[in-house]
C-alpha cells in the first residue's frame, strides 16, 4: 500500500533527527499490531517485539510530499478593457455579477455616458456650422466669380474691337489717328491680361478658402464620428457565451465595482476558457530551493476534496516577489494540470498543491524518530540495546527509506 507522506515546512527531509533531539510519535503503513515478527543477524526470532519497539517494513511507495496552495487560471482568457475615449477615466455604471453565466452579445459592462453625451451635442453644432460656412462660402465665391467672367469677357471683346480699329493700314490714315488706334489695342491687351490675371488670383484664393472650410467640416464629422464610436464602446459586450469574471481592484484589494472609477487598458473582468486550467500560487520564500520544474504534482480542490488532478509543475520563478498588501512575498509557480473540468472548475477556487519531491518503490522504511545521527553517521538501536549502522536513501518528516544496515521485520527499540 502507498504511503504518501507530506513534507511539513519547517522539517528537513534529508536526514533523521540528531541525538538528543525530541521526535514526534512514529507511525507505518500498517500499524505496530500488523508488523510482522522481527529477526536479527544472527537468525529468527519467535519473541514478541517490545511494547515500545519499531519494527522495520517494507512500503510498496513512499513519496516525499511538499505541500503548498495556490488558486485556479484559465490558460487563455478574453479581457474586458476599459476602452480609449475622449473623457479618458470612465465611471463603471453597471457590472455583470462576478461567475455568473453570459451569453454571446449580451451586456457585461457599461460606463457612464453622460460627460462624452453633452460632448456629443457640441460636436453635432460645430458640424452643422461648418457645413453652413462651407455653403455660404461657396456661393459667395459663384457670384464673385461671375464678376471676374465677365470682367474678362468685357476685356476680350474690347480687344477684338481694338484690334479691328488697328488692322486698317497706317496710309489709309491719319498718322496721328492710327498711332491711337495702335494704343488703344495695347490698352485693351493689358486690360484683358489684367482681367485674366485677376481672375486666375481669385481661383486660387477660392480654393484655398474652401479647402480650409473643407477641412474644417471634415474634422468636425471626424469628431462626430469619433464621439459616436466612444458612445458606443460605453456598453462591452461578450463575444461568446462563458463565465463572466470580475476582475481585482489594482490598489483598493477588492473586485472591481460599480461606481469605481476607471482609466483606458485597465483590466476589468475576464471571460476564461475552462477547457484548460492551471494552477498559480506564491512559494513562500523559507521554502525557495525545495521544489523546481518538472516535479510532478497533485491537485486537489478544497470545494471538492473528492477530486484530485494531476499535473506537472511547468515554472517556478528564480526572482522573488515583494511583499504588498495581499500577499507575504516569495517565488511564483505554476503548475499545468493533465485534465480540466469545466463542470467544476472556476478560475480563483483555492487548491491544496502536493509537490512529489521524491518517490521511493519497494523500499524498506524505519521511523524517523527511532534513528539519531553523530558524526555524520545515522544509527539505530536494537532491542537488545545494541547500536546499528544505518545507511538512508533519505528521509520524510516521519519515516526514513533503509538501504542498508537494517532488514525487514527487524525491531528497533525507542531512542
Given amino acids: 500500500m502507498a504511503l504518501a507522506l507530506a513534507c511539513a515546512i519547517a522539517a528537513g527531509c534529508s536526514a533523521p ?26 537468525g529468527a526470532s519467535a519473541a514478541r517485539p517490545a511494547l515500545n519497539d519499531s519494527v522495520v517494513t517494507r512500503e510498496a511507495r513512499v513519496e516525499d510530499l511538499q505541500l503548498v496552495t495556490g488558486e485556479l487560471k484559465a490558460v487563455r482568457s478574453l479581457t474586458f478593457a476599459t476602452p480609449r475615449s475622449e473623457a479618458w477615466a470612465l465611471q463603471i455604471k453597471w457590472l455583470a455579477e462576478d461567475g455568473t453565466e453570459v451569453k454571446e452579445g449580451g451586456r457585461v459592462i457599461e460606463f457612464d455616458n453622460t460627460a462624452i453625451a453633452q460632448g456629443r451635442e457640441e460636436k453635432n453644432l460645430r458640424l452643422v456650422q461648418a457645413g453652413i460656412d462651407l455653403a455660404s462660402r461657396e456661393a459667395a465665391l459663384a457670384a464673385e466669380r461671375v464678376e471676374h467672367r465677365f470682367a ?14 488697328a488692322a486698317v493700314p497706317a496710309d489709309l490714315r491719319q498718322l496721328r489717328e ?8 495695347t490698352r485693351a491687351e493689358a486690360s484683358e491680361q489684367k ?5 486666375d488670383d481669385f481661383e486660387i484664393a477660392a480654393h484655398s478658402d474652401l479647402e480650409i472650410l473643407r477641412i474644417a467640416k471634415e474634422k468636425a464629422e471626424r469628431e462626430v464620428e469619433s464621439v459616436e464610436r466612444d458612445l458606443s464602446a460605453l456598453q462591452l459586450t461578450a463575444p461568446r457565451t462563458g463565465i463572466f469574471a470580475v476582475a481585482e481592484h489594482p490598489w483598493e484589494g477588492r473586485k472591481m465595482q ?57 515554472e517556478v520563478s528564480v526572482i522573488g516577489k515583494e511583499p504588498d498588501r495581499r500577499t507575504v512575498g516569495g517565488f511564483n ?18 487548491v491544496r498543491v502536493e509537490v512529489i519531491r521524491r518517490v521511493w518503490e519497494n523500499v ?24 546499528i549502522e544505518v545507511r538512508l536513501a533519505g528521509c520524510t518528516p516521519t519515516r526514513c527509506v533503509v538501504e542498508e544496515g537494517l532488514r525487514e521485520g527487524d525491531r528497533i527499540a525507542a531512542r
Avoid at 333 to 340: E, Q, V, Y
Fill in 17 to 42: 533527527p540528531a541525538a538528543g533531539s525530541t521526535a514526534p510519535a512514529s507511525h507505518s503503513a500498517g500499524g505496530a499490531s500488523a508488523a510482522p515478527a522481527s529477526h536479527s543477524a544472527g
Fill in 152 to 165: 474678362l469677357d468685357s476685356a476680350h471683346a474690347g480687344v477684338e474691337k481694338a484690334g479691328i480699329d
Fill in 178 to 185: 492710327w498711332q491711337q488706334k495702335q494704343a488703344a489695342l
Fill in 195 to 199: 482681367a485674366k490675371l485677376a481672375l
Fill in 258 to 314: 460599480v461606481g469605481d472609477t476607471v482609466w483606458p487598458g485597465m483590466d476589468l473582468a475576464w471571460l476564461p476558457d475552462l477547457s484548460e486550467m492551471e494552477v498559480v500560487g506564491i512559494l513562500p520564500e523559507v521554502d525557495e530551493g525545495r521544489i523546481g520544474a518538472g516535479m510532478p504534482v497533485r491537485c486537489v480542490l478544497d470545494t471538492y476534496p473528492d477530486r484530485v488532478f494531476e499535473g506537472r509543475l511547468t
Fill in 333 to 350: 509557480f505554476r503548475a499545468k494540470l493533465d485534465d480540466s473540468d469545466p463542470s467544476v472548475m472556476r478560475p480563483g477556487m483555492s
Fill in 364 to 387: 524498506l522504511t524505519v521511523p524517523r524518530q527511532r534513528l539519531r545521527t553523530e558524526e555524520g553517521k545515522t544509527w539505530a538501536t536494537g532491542p537488545s540495546g545494541e547500536r
